[in-house]
């Protein structure tokens, strides 16, 4: 099953607007940016090495709304493998 699918419920949330939050959600440290509407727009999923940088994949999301700005669609895209240094 792919990683993403197993946290949707935890990443589905809402969250502090225009942030960069870290979340736990065993075994997976979990780095998340949201938007203005504090919907999760940018996850990465991996685990901590012992310098604190987080190995893992990212994902964006892409959502897509109708003329009457209804949202039709709410997707994940994997982007690829990374390295985000941790402070």
Do not use: C
């Amino acid at each position: 099953m792919d990683i993403i699918r197993t946290i949707i419920p935890v990443i589905n949330q809402k969250f502090k607007p225009d942030a960069f939050l870290e979340v736990m959600f065993d075994p997976y440290d979990i780095a998340l940016r949201t938007n203005g509407h504090g919907q999760a727009i940018l996850v990465i999923i991996g685990k901590k090495n012992s310098n604190g940088n987080l190995h893992g994949a990212q994902y964006a999301r892409r959502f897509e709304f109708d003329s009457n700005d209804t949202l039709i669609a709410d997707n994940w895209e994997y982007i690829g493998a990374v390295v985000l240094q941790m402070r």
